[in-house]
């Protein structure tokens, strides 16, 4: 099963459009984590906070939006992946079986590089 151009001129423009908005969601997380200080976000002229829960809790909200983003990098990284993978002609085919990969799959995570046979296998190990 190969898809037809039109097929993956339609992928082509979901990937490009992920991208775009993954890339304006890792910029917005990345000055949310790193360029406010507590008195930023909360109005306080203070420097020093109120308790030391409060310094937890920023250290615990910057900890999670640093997360964020490095699985939203992961996943640019694989959209890239996939764009060159379409450059190639390789859009479609498994990266590890050189099967075909299901319209289903690709509608579901347009930017996978395997069929789902091999995708579970590779979680199992």
């Known amino acids: 099963m190969k898809l037809k151009k039109a097929d993956v001129k339609v992928y ?3 990937l490009l ?3 775009v908005r993954l890339r ?5 997380l990345a000055d949310a984590a790193l ?6 976000a909360g109005g306080d002229l203070s420097s020093m906070p109120i308790h030391m829960a409060d310094v937890g809790s920023d250290n ?5 939006t640093l997360s964020l983003m490095q699985s939203e990098e992961v996943t640019l990284e694989a959209i ?7 450059e190639d ?8 079986c050189d099967g075909p990969i299901k319209k289903s799959r690709l509608n579901a995570i347009p ?3 395997h069929c789902i046979k091999c995708a579970e296998m590779l979680e199992q190990g």
């Open 60 to 64: 615990f909200e910057q900890e999670f």
């Open 80 to 86: 890239e992946t996939a764009l060159e993978r379409i």
């Open 89 to 96: 002609k390789l859009f479609a085919v498994c990266a590890e």
């Open 12 to 14: 082509k423009e979901r």
């Open 17 to 19: 459009e992920l991208r």
């Open 111 to 113: 930017y996978t590089p």
């Open 24 to 28: 304006g969601d890792v910029n917005t």
């Open 35 to 40: 360029n406010k200080t507590r008195s930023e």
